[in-house]
Structure formats: structure tokens, C-alpha cells
């Protein structure tokens, strides 16, 4: 890969999200990313990353179409929790995980990420633009987490905390390239 060209690439795809429309908002909770969902490659890469292992409690931040909450449960049989403001995308959600039989291990909160209690997570994932992470999230889970839980970021490090690991996928099979970074309270 030519130098810098990652970092090109995750400026572009920083831009795009910033100029996505962010759709209808529930309450006065702030979107803290559009949706931009994340490839099933990567999906698995994430939590396969972070270590997770059966019976433990993950929370996907910002869930989307619920896809790592259902892979969470499906694959890693965890009990998976994701948080999604967007009505629509919580319908989907659940209607996945309904058809997949799965709504004993796969749940979904509509509901703003800033408001939720992580303090029994055992994994955190994130896919939020920096600015969220830095000003919101990471103090949020700063004062949340319990000792030993990890995050795995994708793309956007947590510019306070030191990554224990950083992996680099060269190619998703869709031609981008993607940044994980695990970390450990």
C-alpha cells in the first residue's frame, strides 16, 4: 500500500460520513454517526479481536442493522446488546434477530448511547466519528467500564486511551481498508 493512501482513504470516508443526511432524530438525542455499516468481514474481525467468548455481555454502540449483535449471539453465542437512536434501523434489527430465532441473546435498545449503563459489559464496539469519541464516549466509558473490559474501535482510535492492539485489514473484499484498535480497561 502506498504510504499515506490509508490515511486518504479514511479521510474520504470521514467526509462522507460527515455529509450524509442524519435522518429523523428521537427526543433531543444527539446522532452521533450516520449509518455506515460495517462489512461482515470486519464484523467478525472486530469480535474476534476483542476476545469474545460465550456467555460474556457485549454492547455494540450505535448498532445500525444490528449486524454485530447478531453475530455476536449467533456466532460467539454472547448475549449482545446494541444501542440504535434510529426507529427504522430498530425495526430492522429486531426483525432479524426475530427470524433468526435469537431474541433470548440478541437485544436491541432504542435509545441515545450517552444514556445507557455499560457497567456489565465485557466487550464494547464502536464505530462512531472522532469528535464522539473523544468529547462523549470515551469519558463515558472511562467512568462506566469495570476493570479488564475491552473496546474494539473501528477505523477512529480513542485519542485518550493506548490500543494494547491495533490490527490493519488491507482489503475487505470491497477494496477499503480498515483500522481496528483493542483496548483493555
Keep these: 500500500m502506498v504510504p499515506g493512501n490509508r490515511a486518504m482513504r479514511q479521510l474520504g470516508l470521514w467526509i462522507f460520513l460527515c455529509g450524509v443526511p442524519l435522518g429523523a432524530q428521537t427526543g433531543d438525542a444527539e446522532k452521533l454517526a450516520p449509518y455506515y455499516p460495517t462489512p461482515q468481514v470486519i464484523v467478525e474481525k472486530m469480535l474476534e ?10 454492547f455494540d454502540l450505535g448498532s445500525g442493522d444490528g449486524r454485530i449483535v447478531i453475530m455476536a449471539a449467533q456466532r460467539f453465542h454472547a448475549d449482545a446488546v446494541g444501542v440504535e437512536l434510529d426507529s427504522d434501523l430498530v425495526k430492522l434489527s429486531l426483525a432479524k434477530i426475530q427470524k433468526l430465532g435469537l431474541e433470548k441473546t440478541a437485544h ?14 465485557d466487550l464494547v464496539t464502536v464505530y462512531l466519528l472522532p469528535a464522539a469519541i473523544d468529547s462523549k464516549v470515551e469519558p463515558l466509558l472511562d ?43
Design 49 to 58: 479481536l476483542g476476545s469474545l467468548k460465550a456467555g460474556e455481555k457485549v
Design 108 to 121: 436491541i435498545i432504542n435509545g441515545d448511547l450517552l444514556k445507557q449503563n455499560y457497567s456489565s459489559a
Design 143 to 185: 467512568r462506566q467500564l469495570k476493570k479488564g473490559t475491552r473496546v474494539v474501535a473501528h477505523d477512529f482510535e480513542f485519542r485518550g486511551w493506548t490500543p494494547d492492539k491495533v490490527e490493519s485489514i488491507p482489503d475487505d473484499g470491497e477494496g477499503r481498508s480498515h483500522t481496528l484498535f483493542l483496548y483493555r480497561k
